[in-house]
């Protein structure tokens, strides 16, 4: 592959799933093997619902990301930012594990938002996810915001959330400024992020898919590789940072 200079990355649930974060879409997601869970994820059945706030609070208390630690994959995103070749990494996922693996915080655009804060939906409080879930675990099912009471989720974007206009305009411009966008183990069907695609090849630049699955956007790129992104992801990295020496 002749080198790239500019390179914007979208990452999607797949390249965390070798941390032991499950996906969403996937053979083995979490909303392929609990549809229920993908309805109970958009904002207005959380607002509505206190079961479904008990619940969504009992999985965050549980979730495996905790646990979680950086991966081949994410280290190979920081190799191409330390070889000068990163425009910027666009990431739906919530976990960090790409600032864990050491991807500088400016060049990470968070679309939907981290799981390590929590909000509150009246007043606009941010509170360090830790402290509420320690009021989870210590008996409180549905913990109302500190401050004035009001209903709490994680700083994420839920269905029916619009994202926030200055993080989706950095990732247009990230999109539309790359010599090649390369999408990360994403399903490329949740919009405005797989969008990113045409906006980055709307403005010429090459489109590479790594990914385990096909997806819509298949027919447009110029290279999908469907293997295990914990092998193909570093394998293509060293290609571009080799090409560019």
């Not at 974007?157 to 999109?175: M, N, R």
Request: hydrophobic share 40%.
């Amino acid at each position: 592959m002749n080198e790239p200079t500019s390179v914007s990355v979208l990452t999607g649930a797949g390249i965390s799933t070798d941390s032991g974060i499950p996906d969403f879409r996937g053979p083995q997601g979490v909303w392929t093997k609990n549809p229920q869970a993908e309805a109970n994820a958009s904002i207005d059945r959380y607002l509505a619902d206190p079961d479904v706030r008990r619940a969504t609070w009992q999985a965050r208390l549980e979730s495996p990301a905790w646990r979680a630690e950086p991966n081949v994959a994410h280290r190979a995103l920081v190799d191409l930012e330390h070889a000068g070749l990163l425009r910027a990494l666009i990431t739906q996922n919530i976990d960090e594990l790409h600032q864990r693996a050491g991807s500088s915080p400016e060049k990470v655009i968070e679309l939907h938002g981290t799981m390590r804060r929590a909000e509150c939906l009246s007043c606009d409080l941010i509170t360090p996810m830790e402290e509420v879930l320690a009021r989870v675990a210590a008996g409180e099912a549905d913990p109302p915001c500190p401050r004035c009471g009001g209903i709490q989720k994680s700083n994420t974007i839920s269905f029916g959330q619009q994202l926030k206009p200055e993080v989706i305009q950095a990732a247009l411009d990230a999109a539309r400024s790359c010599e090649l966008f390369l999408a990360v183990g994403t399903s490329l069907t949740v919009h405005p992020a797989a969008g990113l695609c045409g906006e980055a090849l709307d403005a010429g630049a090459r489109f590479v898919i790594v990914n385990g699955e096909p997806t819509p956007y298949d027919p447009f790129a110029d290279q999908v590789i469907n293997e295990p992104i914990g092998q193909a992801l570093p394998a293509l990295v060293k290609e571009l940072i080799d090409a560019a020496r």
